[in-house]
């Protein structure tokens, strides 16, 4: 069966999907066991010790460095998420996520095309990669595992801002598809969703996913003179490529949720536009026109 196929149509075939930033190695997720829409069951009894251990680890090494690296809203979520010293039930988490902000954590094998993936966002149903890392990944993994989908986006799912953009997200997806447009979309939300930083009057903090379950990142992307940062910024955004293998070159600054959902409501139909006429920028790139933090 073509694999390209079902990532066009976003349905589940009971195969592993291509995917952005999948690397050599197969994913590892059960597809065959994954419903039309790529969900599945998380299976939790199927947990071994060694992974709940493991998520025990990395709970532990990240919570102690939040201070004075993750934002506020960040912070003050992450006790919603359950027990630190085992991989949350996620019909449990659901139900304080639900009546927090109408969403909901739902299993899937891994990456999934991104129809599927925008079209469970727009549901406000946020997809949870089930399985967990082995032990030598505890420093670093490429693909995102229930850690990463766990810990570092769940808890700004329980602000309403950040919840109700996040949804726009997934709605916008389903028409950049149609505008063959998702991978400048997709550069949106690696810039924020991924690797956000929020400027706050305590000084830069994070909010993206992929920094604040990062081991090494949270304090490079908030404190090395190595990296730009540079005031948010959509069209910049969107132009700007990414890197998936290292520490990012490039980090984009909001002065709050709201200016990120305000500034992503009008229609992205002229701006993908200018973008495709402007072309595309290298991750480390730097303009006159940006604004330095
Ligand atoms: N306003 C965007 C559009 O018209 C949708 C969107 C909202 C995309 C929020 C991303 C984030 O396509
Ligand atoms: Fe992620």
């Given at each position: 069966?073509?694999?390209?196929?079902?990532?066009?149509?976003?349905?589940?075939?009971?195969?592993?999907?291509?995917?952005?930033?999948q690397?050599?190695?197969?994913?590892?997720?059960?597809y065959?066991?994954?419903r039309?829409?790529?969900?599945?069951?998380?299976n939790?009894?199927?947990?071994?010790?060694?992974?709940?251990?493991?998520?025990?680890?990395?709970?532990?090494?990240q919570?102690a460095?939040?201070?004075?690296l993750?934002c506020d809203?960040?912070?003050?979520?992450?006790?919603q998420?359950?027990p630190?010293?085992?991989?949350?039930?996620?019909e449990?988490?659901?139900?304080?996520?639900?009546?927090?902000?109408?969403w909901?954590?739902?299993a899937?094998?891994?990456?999934?095309?991104e129809?599927?993936?925008f079209?469970?966002?727009a549901k406000?149903?946020?997809?949870m990669?089930?399985?967990?890392?082995k032990?030598e990944?505890?420093?670093y993994?490429v693909?995102?595992?229930?850690f990463?989908?766990l810990?570092?986006?769940?808890?700004?799912?329980?602000?309403?801002?950040?919840a109700?953009?996040?949804?726009?997200?997934?709605?916008?997806?389903?028409k950049?598809?149609?505008?063959?447009?998702?991978e400048y979309?997709?550069?949106?939300?690696?810039y924020?969703?991924?690797?956000?930083?929020?400027a706050?009057?305590?000084g830069l903090?994070a909010?993206?996913?992929?920094?604040?379950?990062?081991?090494?990142?949270?304090r490079?992307?908030?404190?090395?003179?190595?990296?730009?940062?540079?005031?948010?910024?959509?069209e910049?955004?969107?132009?700007t490529?990414?890197?998936?293998?290292?520490y990012?070159?490039?980090?984009?600054v909001?002065?709050?949720?709201q200016?990120?959902f305000?500034?992503?409501a009008?229609?992205?139909?002229p701006?993908?536009?200018?973008?495709?006429?402007?072309?595309?920028?290298?991750a480390?790139?730097?303009?006159?026109s940006?604004?330095?933090?």
């Open positions: 069966m073509n694999p390209q196929a079902d990532f066009h149509s976003g349905i589940n075939q009971g195969v592993a999907p291509v995917t952005y930033g690397g050599d190695r197969p994913p590892r997720g059960d065959a066991q994954a039309a829409d790529y969900t599945c069951d998380q939790w009894s199927a947990y071994t010790a060694t992974d709940h251990e493991m998520y025990r680890r990395l709970h532990a090494r919570t460095q939040l201070p004075g993750a809203e960040f912070i003050e979520a992450v006790a998420l359950g630190s010293t085992q991989i949350p039930r996620f449990q988490l659901s139900e304080r996520l639900m009546r927090a902000t109408g909901e954590v739902v899937v094998p891994g990456l999934i095309p129809e599927a993936f079209a469970l966002l406000r149903r946020f997809p990669t089930s399985w967990i890392r032990p990944e505890f420093d993994i693909e995102p595992d229930v990463h989908d810990f570092g986006h769940v808890p700004l799912l329980f602000n309403p801002m950040f109700d953009y996040m949804q726009a997200y997934g709605a916008g997806g389903l950049a598809s149609r505008l063959e447009a998702c979309l997709a550069r949106l939300y690696w924020t969703v991924e690797f956000g930083l929020i706050t009057p305590a903090r909010y993206g996913a992929g920094i604040l379950s990062s081991a090494g990142e949270l490079h992307s908030v404190l090395s003179p190595q990296p730009q940062r540079i005031g948010f910024d959509l910049r955004m969107m132009r490529r990414y890197k998936i293998d290292s990012q070159s490039t980090y984009f909001i002065d709050s949720f200016q990120l305000e500034a992503t009008p229609d992205f139909t701006v993908y536009r200018r973008v495709t006429q402007q072309g595309e920028l290298d480390n790139v730097h303009l006159p940006d604004r330095v933090y």
